[in-house]
């Protein structure tokens, strides 16, 4: 079946650190491929998605390229705001595109 | 609607009751799904209509679960005899069509079953 793996957070950097935030993924097919962020007391958000490989995604200055030959979409920024501090979550749907499998989620905390 | 509504967005319920947790989604959007999260985890599926048809329901983790959207609007997901693992964050998203096109999540429900 299919399946997402991210790193465990929680991730703590200071302000205008680089971020990465890794995430693999098992699936049958060609999925898409999501970021989510989920802001203290919200709901998911969606960030950023691809729909086939070597796609980017970007939103808000987050990246995240859909390498198939790596089965990955590791998530990047270049300079990290407070603002930023959320839980993020990789995910793909599968072939049907109605269903999405999550990672487990990372929590990113950025200090001033 | 502006967004996905939930209600309630807080249930504390007693071992063995029933519970029925509502979601209305954006206005206009024709696939509604249902997920699950547990504390410290992703969520997981468990079900989805597209307009008032349940398409997918093999998330649903037994029979004391169930969910409806009779008029392809509002769904109501509903836990039977409810048990102490059946605590989590239960989760709505509604979608013009599709995961494939943008989901938009609820603030969830946290159901808590002392």
């Known amino acids: 079946g299919n399946s997402v793996t991210q790193m465990e957070g929680p991730v703590t950097l200071s302000e205008e650190a680089f971020l990465t935030i890794n995430c693999t993924y098992t699936a049958t097919g060609y999925p898409s491929l999501f970021w989510y962020v989920q802001y203290p007391g919200e709901g998911l958000q969606l960030l950023l998605k691809?729909?086939?490989?070597?796609d980017k995604g970007s939103n808000k200055g987050f990246e995240a390229t859909y390498r198939k030959e790596t089965t990955s979409f590791h998530l990047e920024k270049g300079s990290v705001q407070v603002s930023d501090s959320a839980v993020y979550f990789c995910?793909?749907?599968?072939?049907?595109?109605?269903?999405?499998?999550f990672g487990g989620g990372t929590r990113l905390m950025v200090k001033p | 609607g502006a967004g996905v509504s939930q209600s309630p967005r807080y249930k504390v319920t007693k071992r063995g009751q029933d519970v029925a947790l509502r979601c209305d989604p954006i206005s206009g959007h024709v696939s509604l799904y249902w997920y699950r999260q547990a504390l410290g985890q992703g969520p997981e599926f468990l079900t989805y209509?597209?307009?008032?048809?349940?398409?997918?329901k093999s998330g649903l983790p037994n029979d004391r679960f169930s969910a409806e959207r009779p008029e392809g609007s509002i769904s109501t997901l509903t836990i039977q005899r409810t048990e102490q693992r059946d605590s989590a964050m239960y989760r709505c998203?509604?979608?013009?069509?599709?995961?494939?096109?943008?989901?938009?999540f609820g603030q969830g429900t946290r159901l808590t079953v002392v």
């Open positions: 998203a509604s979608s013009a069509q599709g995961m494939n096109t943008e989901a938009f």
């Open positions: 209509f597209n307009y008032e048809a349940q398409q997918d």
């Open positions: 995910a793909l749907s599968d072939h049907t595109g109605n269903m999405l499998t």
């Open positions: 691809a729909t086939k490989a070597d």
